[in-house]
Every structure is written in structure tokens, then in C-alpha cells.
């Protein structure tokens, strides 16, 4: 079947190991940044955010590190499972009229998970 | 919490017919989004209401595209003279308004395929 993950850089990760995954960001204005986790034929599913006034931010077995210096984002998972296997969006907002969010999706990493 | 329904799920038709396109945000969010995305691609943001006003349209919306949200509840999307082009996964999400930023939650999409 299709996949979203077609033509997406590839990170191969062995069970129970931890995942980097990293994304580069375009506009220094962005305030929010939100990491997504989109599995095939399903819609981007919310995974962890972080403001731009943090560093760091923990989840359950997710870290999302925030380095505004060099506009970089990276989302680590602690001991990857087989469920993990997904294609993995940062995405950065930038302040809006209106109280609108102009949400703007990076690229995109498959993540595989070798059993 | 029921999540971000979208209805049909999947939709083939031929060139230059109309369709249209149905999403029933959660409950409680009076923001509502939608997005285009196509294969290996991150979604495209396309437009964006705020209870029933429409506030926001991206470049990408051209006249054959309509969005209405005429209760400030569910929204549909119309798509009138299709063209080849125009297959992609339509993905509406939802977010709430107030304590900064929120996260917009998403459906699983509308997958469109024109013959």
C-alpha cells in the first residue's frame, strides 16, 4: 500500500535502543515547536511540544531538545519499540493575526525499528 | 475525547467531478484547520477557521477550492472540477483557543485519487 514515508531519510534502529531523530528549523520568529508521529494511512498524531522560552522537555520515554542558537530540533526516544516504526514531522509556528497558528511541517524521518 | 473524525475516508472520482469533503472537529475546539499532503511531504497548511469565520486561506487554495464551517462545528471542504493535481490527502485538525500555544490534533485524513 501507500506510504507516507516514500522518499523520507531513514533511520534504522535496533529494539530496546534509543532513537535520535533531528530536524532544522527555517524561521528564528518561530515561538512553539510540536513533534508529530505519522503512521500509514493515518493522520500526523501529537507526540510532544516545547515553547521557545525552553531547552528541553520531557515526556514518557520522549525528550524533545530545543537549541534556538542554530534553529535545531531533535526528538529522542528512550529504548525504541516496534510500535515507534512511523514517520516522524517537526513542526514549527509562528505567531499569527488573530490568534492564528501558522503551523509549518519540516520534511519528515521514517523511523524503522529492527526487531 | 472522540477525536477528529473525517468522512469519506477514502474518495475516487474522475477528473472535472465535484466532491466534497466532511470533518467533525473535537468537541470543545473552536479552532479547525485544513491541511494537503502528498506523498513523502509534510502537510500543506490550506486554510483555517475560528469558531465559523474563516480567517486565514493559503495561496494553495485556488477558486475551485471552498471551505465553509457554517455552525462553527463540523467543516466541509468542496473541491469543484477536479483535477489530476488535486490527489492528495486532505487532513483537517482541531486545537483550542487560550493558554498560549496548543497543539492541533488531527484526523485521519481524506485520501482523494482522480482518475
Known sequence: GESVG???PTLSVQEGDNSIINCAYSNSASDYFIWYKQESGKGPQFIIDIRSNMDKRQGQRVTVLLNKTVKHLSLQ???????DS???FCAENLPGSGGYQKVTFGTGTKLQVIP | DTGVSQDPRHKITKRGQNVTFRC???SEHNRLYWYR???G???EFLTYFQN?????KS??????FSAERPKGSFSTLEIQRTEQGDSAMYLCASSRTGGGNQPQHFGDGTRLSIL
Open chain 2, 59 to 64: 495561496r494553495l487554495l485556488s477558486d475551485r
Open chain 2, 37 to 39: 499532503q502528498t506523498l
Open chain 1, 77 to 83: 526516544i528512550a529504548a525504541t519499540q516496534p510500535g
Open chain 2, 41 to 43: 511531504q509534510g502537510p
Open chain 1, 86 to 88: 512511523a514517520v516522524y
Open chain 2, 52 to 56: 465559523e469565520a474563516q480567517l486565514e
Open chain 1, 6 to 8: 516514500l522518499h523520507l
Open chain 2, 24 to 26: 467533525d472537529p473535537i
